[in-house]
């Protein structure tokens, strides 16, 4: 039972340049979520789905976009890299509104 | 904007003694929760305290919730050198839709 699974685990990008993050979980949760982490910000909330099919925004969204084909994936894309994007994405999972989340161990992203 | 803040932000105390976070959020919850993030790895969660509960245990954890005052606090008893981690308090927002918010985390250093 691996969880959440993210890829890649480290990332390099040029400005300007595109790239998907994949998270994958195997434990038939409904909802997904992804964060971004940076340094004295906590967590904050990208984009999130509450089932296959769904998407929503959340805090701050822009220059993000996401998908969510399957259930068990949830895909982050960055159109157009800017350094602003560097940062440690992690995704996570729960099967209900209030539940504990289950998370990644993150991707760490640098793009200069 | 951020709905909980842990205090302190940085605690460092010797193994064996008891560490004691703090958590203050500003609106009505379901429930709080309380994970650790181990350097370089993705949150765990640790315990889930509902709006109706004051006190739980799990462990050498023990968390309150004074819903009066908007304040929880995580007690780690008798802590070992592997308690070492960012700990966090995420709040479910009644009426904030299927979002947990986090704060922004507190970093405990337990000494050997």
């Known amino acids: 039972n691996a969880g959440v699974t993210q890829t890649p685990k480290f990332r390099v990008l040029k400005t300007g340049q595109s790239m998907t993050l994949l998270c994958a979980q195997d434990m038939n949760h409904e909802y997904m979520y992804w964060y971004r982490q940076d340094p004295g910000m906590g967590l904050r909330l990208i984009h999130y789905?509450?089932?296959?099919?769904?998407?929503a925004k959340g805090e701050v969204p822009d220059g993000y976009n996401v998908s969510r084909l399957k259930k068990q994936n949830f895909l982050l894309g960055l159109e157009s890299a800017a350094p602003s994007q560097t940062s440690v994405y992690f995704c996570?999972?729960?099967?209900?509104?209030?539940?504990?989340?289950?998370f990644g161990d993150g991707t760490r992203l640098s793009i200069l | 904007s951020q709905q909980g803040e842990e205090d302190p932000q940085a605690l460092s105390i010797q193994e064996g003694e008891n560490a004691t976070m703090n958590c203050s959020y500003k609106t009505s919850i379901n429930n709080l929760q309380w994970y650790r993030q181990n350097s370089g790895r993705g949150l765990v969660h640790l315990i889930l305290i509902r709006s109706n509960e004051r006190e739980k245990h799990s462990g050498r954890l023990r968390v309150t919730l004074d819903t009066s005052k908007k304040s929880s606090s995580l007690l780690i008893t008798a802590s070992r050198a592997a308690d070492t981690a960012s700990y966090f308090c995420?709040?479910?927002?009644?009426?904030?839709?299927?979002?947990?918010?986090f704060g922004k985390g507190m970093k405990l250093t337990v000494n050997p």
């Open positions: 996570a999972s729960n099967n209900r509104q209030g539940q504990a989340q289950h």
């Open positions: 995420a709040t479910d927002v009644r009426g904030g839709s299927e979002k947990l918010v």
């Open positions: 789905s509450v089932g296959e099919g769904t998407t």
